[in-house]
């Protein structure tokens, strides 16, 4: 059994509070959407680094070991978790034969599409919200979601007793319905797209003070996705590599990964080597590469129209601070279409043995535009962040793979068919 004790090194007094980027102001940490002061969203989470630098060391520095809540001093949760003990701390894989396949000599996959429980990176951001909801004694969650946001919310309020609603545009594939029902979650389904469904939790968690993890805990929630670049660096030896390319709509993960970046150097954890972020949007749906590519950092929203649903967000709130993010890598945003994505899904697949959902697929794909145009030169370390699973939604592959050849009850036709 994982260790489960409270016994470990968890310091709340590391974090200061919520920090408005546009005025400065700090505030205590409180269930907000935007800056009580000047009113602009996304407060940021802020650390006591030069004390956490002392406090902290590459080996013993906290517990419990194996699960994104060994990095619990650079998150901003105060109590031990109650739910969601043993999301993150998922396999980085040395993918050998795809690298081979790319022409490349050195290609890591970090495999967030078996997070426990519910197979995405978005065990990591909910769990975050959920204990800080938890903290705030908020009596019911919800969210708005693509899918698995909503699975994760599912799954780690009915962990802990807690009544979810999730919120999910129409389109929502039928695996990611299942997979929130099944838990016990209110699932409203709103007759518009992702960014209608969004407009309207919006309204109803700042007017009414409702509690989502991604909209009045977005700060909180937010800090979770920072786990998946720690654990990349520790599973390297404290290293990162120099490229790493993630998928792209909401823009929490490569915001996030860009600030997990600049916390290892401040604290001394990693080296100050370039580490070059990039975004994989879909050409349905790329409202950032767009903006990124024309050099811009205003976001024009767009009606999303592909096959990888997690990514399809036409109006990405925080795409302005991806934009400048990734630029300050020397890194690069771009698109790339649905027929790419079901081939980079089937490349991952039958190369590496990993089944991802079509976000991964699109990530998978741009890491091959960038190797084929030269952006990443084929001798230096890249990693590939695959976010979600394919067996929550087969969809985008069926009728791009093998057929299933049916024989007879018959011993001969078996023989046949193997080939043998
Ligand atoms: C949410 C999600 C993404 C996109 O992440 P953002 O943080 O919104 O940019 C990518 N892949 C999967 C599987 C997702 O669920
Ligand atoms: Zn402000």
Redesign the pocket.
């Given at each position: 059994m994982q260790e489960t004790t409270k016994e470990y090194l968890h310091e709340p007094k590391y974090i200061l509070g919520m920090t408005c980027l546009s005025c400065d102001t700090t505030v205590e940490e409180q269930p907000t959407y935007s800056c009580t002061h000047c009113g602009t969203p996304g407060l940021e989470i802020t650390y006591d680094y030069s004390a956490l630098r002392q406090g902290i060391s590459r080996n013993d520095w906290l517990k419990p070991t194996n699960s994104m809540w060994r990095y619990a001093n650079l998150l901003p949760c105060r109590e031990f978790p109650k739910t969601g003990l043993f999301v993150g701390a998922t396999p980085l894989i040395n993918a050998r034969r795809l690298a081979n396949e790319l022409g490349v000599d050195s290609l890591y996959i970090k495999d967030?599409?078996v997070n426990y429980p519910t197979l995405?990176?978005?065990d990591r951001?909910v769990a975050t919200a959920i204990n800080k909801a938890l903290e705030f004694n908020f009596q019911a969650i919800g969210c708005v979601s693509?899918?698995?946001?909503a699975n994760s919310v599912s799954a780690l309020a009915a962990a802990v007793g807690l009544p979810a609603f999730v919120v999910i545009p129409e389109g929502t594939e039928e695996g990611k319905i299942i997979g929130s029902i099944v838990y016990g979650a209110q699932v409203i389904k709103v007759r518009g797209n992702y960014d209608d469904a969004n407009r309207l939790s919006r309204e109803v968690s700042q007017n009414h003070g409702i509690p989502f993890v991604n909209i009045n805990l977005r700060s909180y929630y937010?800090e979770g996705?920072k786990t998946v670049i720690y654990e990349i660096a520790e599973q390297l030896g404290w290293r990162l590599p120099r490229h790493i390319v993630?998928?792209?709509?909401?823009?929490?993960?490569?915001?996030?990964a860009v600030k997990a970046v600049g916390e290892l150097r401040k604290l001394g954890l990693i080296d100050d080597n370039p580490v070059r972020l990039y975004?994989a949007q879909a050409t349905g749906s790329a409202p950032i590469a767009t903006a990124f590519q024309a050099g811009v950092d205003e976001i024009t929203p767009v009606t999303p129209n592909t096959v990888?649903r997690?990514?399809a967000?036409g109006n990405?709130g925080?795409g302005k601070a991806?934009v400048r993010g990734i630029r300050s890598t020397d890194g690069y945003i771009s698109a790339v279409s649905d027929l790419e994505i079901i081939a980079g899904m089937k490349l991952l697949a039958s190369r590496e043995g990993i089944f991802?959902?079509?976000?991964?697929g699109a990530?998978m794909a741009l890491t091959k535009q960038l190797i084929d145009t030269g952006i990443i030169p084929k001798d230096e370390e890249i990693a590939i962040v695959v976010?979600?699973?394919g067996y929550k939604t087969p969809e985008p592959v069926m009728g791009h793979i093998r057929f299933v050849r049916e024989i007879d009850n018959d011993v001969n036709e078996l023989l046949r068919a193997i080939g043998m």
């Open positions: 967030d599409s995405s990176y978005k951001v693509t899918g698995n946001v937010s996705a993630l998928p792209l709509a909401g823009a929490t993960l490569v915001n996030k975004g990888a997690s990514l967000i990405p925080d991806a991802a959902e079509a976000a991964g990530t976010t979600g699973n």
